[in-house]
């Protein structure tokens, strides 16, 4: 794997602590700190920061700096809208052909049943964040596709920030019984329930966002605009 360049490096790192809110909307970002925290030059940090700018995930002003942009509900309904597009081609592809063996890896996956219900496991969210996104990427693998998985999970930008706060809610409960209601439609070949199952799934963050913007309704926004 080649090695990332300075600005690939602050990019990536500055992302996933948006993602993860580490670090949340309307926190500062100083380019000089975070450059010399990651021990690389301003350059590739502004880069970084501008390329950022252009996901929305940051806001530069020049009367107020830059900080972390709120999360966009337009573009988080755009972004589910072409996942579920995507993901639903690839899944339909497989119905019907998934084999004992497939049907067992997949089963596997559901180790996450074990962190649904233990919160004193450790580093929980990030393991529940892996085995999720293992059972959605498993589908594009058994199509020879598993790099389009992978493109589209680095191209979403604000609804994975929602995914963090899913974590903490009562909707991660029934993470692992909507997969497997997913994988049964895909094995029994029921094309309509798979859809439905699908969708299902996907849009619970709808629940999440609501929670959230109770407590934090500063941290979004629902326009387009630059």
């Known amino acids: ?23 949340k909307p309307g926190d500062p970002l100083n380019d000089r700190e975070l450059a010399e925290e990651l021990g690389i030059s301003r350059t590739p940090m502004r880069e970084a920061l501008l390329m950022l700018n252009l996901a929305r ?8 700096g830059t900080h972390v942009a709120p999360i966009n509900l337009k573009l988080m309904e755009m972004e589910q809208f072409a996942r579920y597009t995507l993901e639903k081609e690839i899944l339909n592809r497989l119905r019907g052909h998934v084999t004992p063996r497939q049907e067992e890896e997949y089963r596997n996956i559901e180790t996450y049943r074990v962190l649904e219900a233990d919160m004193s496991q450790p580093d929980r969210t990030a ?32 609804v994975e920030r929602i995914r963090k706060f899913s974590l903490q809610t009562n909707e991660n409960k029934a993470v692992c019984a909507a ?48």
Request: charged share 25%; aromatic share 6%.
């Open 1 to 23: 794997m080649p090695l990332l360049s300075a600005r690939e490096t602050a990019y990536q790192t500055i992302r996933s602590r948006i993602i993860t809110m580490e670090l």
């Open 179 to 226: 997969h497997t209601r997913i994988l049964d439609a895909m094995v029994q070949n029921d094309t309509q329930e798979l859809s439905r199952a699908l969708e299902s799934h996907l849009s619970r963050y709808k629940q999440t966002v609501e929670e959230v913007q109770r407590l934090h309704p500063d941290y979004f926004t629902d326009g387009l605009e630059p």
């Open 127 to 158: 393991r529940m964040l892996e085995l999720d996104n293992a059972f959605h990427r498993k589908s594009f693998e058994l199509c020879g596709m598993e790099a389009h998985y992978d493109h589209m999970l680095a191209s979403l930008q604000h």
């Open 57 to 64: 995930m940051v806001d530069i002003k020049p009367q107020s």
